[in-house]
């Protein structure tokens, strides 16, 4: 058998793994309802996977018509999420792909100070992707960890802006989770990374 190019992460094999991540059912039924509402919205077919802490499933959903295989990405996206305490594999992948010489550039976006446990436990938050925004240092170890280089990261402050002041149901209900006086700026940047093979 042959052996992965990627090194395991440590936490899978210690098995030092937490498995009472307070997600219910209930949850993450919500959650996905929410983000299935939110896609509905927007005019997108989506999928929605949701596992606990140890990447087992807890509840998937899929909207109709949405293509059969989005139920294996969305599944294979939130256990790496969760299980591995690692985004997904994207950085990797892009590595793999480009040519010597090639040029990447991912807009994400970057946790900077960490969040209120009333912002993470959101179900808004969680769909609207500020609850799962990674760690801008954690996301510079990761780009580096892959033999890409000349990282460059540029911040677009104005997408958080926008954010803050919408009239969207999704970030007022995050808004309205900041500790007094905070706004989501003070805790998640919208960033470009641009790095080279």
Request: net charge positive.
């Amino acid at each position: 058998m042959a052996q992965s190019k990627d090194p395991v992460p440590t936490v899978w094999t210690e098995g030092a793994l937490s498995y009472s991540s307070g997600l219910t059912f209930d949850t993450a039924k919500k959650m996905i309802d929410a983000g299935m509402a939110e896609a509905k919205r927007q005019g997108l077919l989506m999928c929605v996977a949701v596992s606990d802490s140890g990447g087992n499933l807890i509840a998937c959903g899929r909207m109709e018509n949405c293509m059969l295989a989005s139920i294996n990405i969305a599944m294979d996206k939130a256990y790496t999420a969760a299980y591995g305490k690692l985004p997904t594999q994207v950085w990797r992948e892009i590595y793999r792909v480009l040519k010597p010489g090639g040029k990447a550039c991912v807009s994400d976006l970057a946790v900077t100070e960490k969040l209120p446990d009333k912002v993470r436990e959101c179900v808004f938050a969680l769909v609207g992707c500020v609850a799962g925004a990674v760690p801008l240092d954690e996301t510079k170890e990761i780009i580096g960890s892959t033999g890409l280089k000349d990282l460059q990261i540029s911040v677009k402050k104005y997408n958080v802006d926008i954010m803050e002041n919408c009239s969207d149901s999704f970030y007022k209900t995050v808004n309205e989770n900041l500790p007094p006086g905070k706004k989501l700026s003070d805790y998640v940047i919208s960033t470009n990374f641009t790095a080279r093979k």
